[in-house]
């Protein structure tokens, strides 16, 4: 559960089609650069699979729980949780039935977790479209989300125990993530700290557990499956800080959101709190961070002393520090064309901020 998701909050693909994702699509999607064509046919060839589960799973008798459930599904988004799921599983068996149905389960729990953030965040579109909240209403789009967690869990639970418990300590994380975010450090806690282990939990857990079941469901070892892992979880919290910079430093991306939306809200993203350090509590700035900024005026006067701000590139500095940290992780994997993948979506983390 995120306040704003690093990776949903992209600006979307086109609506992939009821066969999956185009190989253009494959190519665009966050940094991925696929030089191996037999590479792309597999990927895409997986995320067809994947859609078509995805679309039956979110289907109901009841037409207006169908309409619901589906809405999301249907409005696409970069579905970069399986996709990396079925690009872990390159250093093995591939595309296997289990791998299929593991990535479509970690998408079922993202596309659940957006439902609530959503009401969470009183948004009003994702992904181009009205939210499920704006559409209905809040009751609705939290019994949605729970719908999609309910069939995420049948789905894992056919994959065995130990998938089981895996989602299960995945939930536990990205609730835990989420309530700690929105109580705030304690007295006695750095924020930056704070800030950094709350979005290694909300948003790098998911991704995390991704590469963990790509490895795990196509028969890679134990010390390749745990790489995929760590380095799931360092890019999950890496996105999430280029987000950060990206939301200041180019405040006009299509992100499918209304621009300024953490300042409105009061919520403080890695630069601010570098920048608010920076001022030790006297300043300007201190002053319009000290809430939620109402006023369109205070939203741009913020913005602006932002990018003037230590802040900004320190943020910067920290997120080529995650990036080098993922590209480290892929050591102990096989040189191929997924790893060259893996490697390029690392270089993209740093890339898509200039």
Same mark, same amino acid.
Not at 83 to 112: M, N, P, R, S, W
Not at 168 to 175: I, R
Not at 227 to 233: M, N, V
Not at 241 to 250: G, K, T
């Given at each position: 559960?995120?306040?704003?998701?690093?990776?949903?909050?992209?600006?979307?693909?086109?609506?992939?089609?009821?066969?999956?994702?185009?190989?253009?699509?494959?190519?665009?999607?966050?940094?991925?650069?696929?030089?191996?064509?037999?590479?792309?046919?597999?990927?895409?060839?997986?995320?067809?699979?994947? @859609? &078509?589960?995805? $679309?039956?799973? %979110?289907? =109901?008798?009841? *037409?207006?729980? /169908?309409?619901?459930?589906?809405? !999301?599904?249907?409005?696409?988004?970069?579905?970069?949780?399986?996709?990396?799921?079925?690009?872990?599983?390159?250093?093995?068996?591939?595309?296997?039935?289990?791998?299929?149905?593991?990535?479509?389960?970690?998408?079922?729990?993202?596309?659940?977790?957006?439902?609530?953030?959503?009401?969470?965040? @009183? &948004?009003?579109? $994702?992904?181009? %479209?009205? =939210?499920?909240? *704006?559409?209905? /209403?809040?009751?609705?789009?939290? !019994?949605?989300?729970?719908?999609?967690?309910?069939?995420?869990?049948?789905?894992?639970?056919?994959?065995?125990?130990?998938?089981?418990?895996?989602?299960?300590?995945?939930?536990?994380?990205?609730?835990?993530?989420?309530?700690?975010?929105?109580?705030?450090?304690?007295?006695?806690?750095?924020?930056? @700290?704070?800030?950094?282990?709350?979005?290694?939990?909300?948003?790098?857990?998911?991704?995390?557990?991704?590469?963990?079941?790509?490895?795990?469901?196509?028969?890679?070892?134990?010390?390749?499956?745990?790489?995929?892992?760590?380095?799931?979880?360092?890019?999950?919290?890496?996105?999430?800080?280029?987000?950060?910079?990206?939301?200041?430093?180019?405040?006009?991306?299509?992100?499918?959101?209304?621009?300024?939306?953490?300042?409105?809200?009061?919520?403080?993203?890695?630069?601010?709190?570098?920048?608010?350090?920076?001022?030790?509590?006297?300043?300007?700035?201190?002053?319009?961070?000290?809430?939620?900024?109402?006023?369109?005026?205070?939203?741009?006067?913020?913005?602006?002393?932002?990018?003037?701000?230590?802040?900004?590139?320190?943020?910067?500095?920290?997120?080529?520090?995650?990036?080098?940290?993922?590209?480290?992780?892929?050591?102990?994997?096989?040189?191929?064309?997924?790893?060259?993948?893996?490697?390029?979506?690392?270089?993209?983390?740093?890339?898509?901020?200039?």
């Amino acid at each position: 559960m995120t306040t704003k998701d690093s990776i949903s909050s992209d600006p979307p693909i086109a609506d992939p089609p009821a066969a999956g994702l185009s190989i253009t699509d494959l190519r665009s999607t966050v940094g991925l650069e696929f030089g191996d064509t037999a590479l792309v046919e597999a990927i895409a060839g997986g995320m067809a699979e994947v @859609e &078509a589960m995805l $679309r039956e799973v %979110a289907r =109901s008798d009841v *037409a207006f729980v /169908d309409e619901a459930a589906s809405h !999301l599904v249907q409005a696409g988004g970069k579905r970069f949780r399986p996709l990396f799921t079925l690009l872990a599983a390159q250093f093995a068996d591939g595309c296997t039935k289990d791998v299929v149905t593991a990535a479509a389960a970690v998408e079922l729990v993202h596309l659940a977790t957006l439902y609530h953030d959503d009401v969470m965040d @009183e &948004a009003t579109m $994702r992904r181009g %479209a009205d =939210s499920v909240n *704006a559409r209905w /209403d809040n009751t609705i789009a939290i !019994l949605t989300g729970d719908f999609l967690f309910a069939h995420a869990s049948r789905l894992v639970s056919d994959l065995g125990t130990d998938a089981a418990r895996i989602i299960a300590e995945t939930f536990g994380e990205l609730v835990t993530g989420q309530m700690r975010e929105t109580v705030g450090p304690a007295a006695d806690e750095d924020p930056v @700290e704070h800030y950094l282990s709350v979005i290694d939990q909300k948003t790098g857990s998911l991704i995390a557990t991704s590469g963990r079941y790509g490895g795990m469901f196509s028969g890679a070892d134990a010390a390749q499956t745990d790489a995929l892992y760590r380095y799931g979880k360092i890019v999950g919290a890496a996105f999430q800080i280029s987000d950060d910079v990206i939301d200041i430093a180019s405040p006009a991306t299509e992100s499918g959101k209304t621009q300024g939306t953490d300042l409105r809200e009061g919520v403080r993203t890695l630069p601010m709190l570098y920048a608010l350090a920076e001022e030790g509590g006297q300043g300007r700035l201190t002053d319009l961070l000290a809430g939620p900024i109402t006023d369109d005026a205070e939203v741009d006067e913020a913005l602006a002393l932002l990018r003037d701000s230590q802040g900004l590139k320190r943020a910067r500095v920290t997120l080529a520090d995650y990036a080098e940290q993922a590209r480290a992780e892929l050591a102990v994997l096989p040189e191929c064309s997924a790893r060259q993948a893996l490697y390029a979506m690392a270089d993209h983390l740093v890339a898509r901020t200039h």
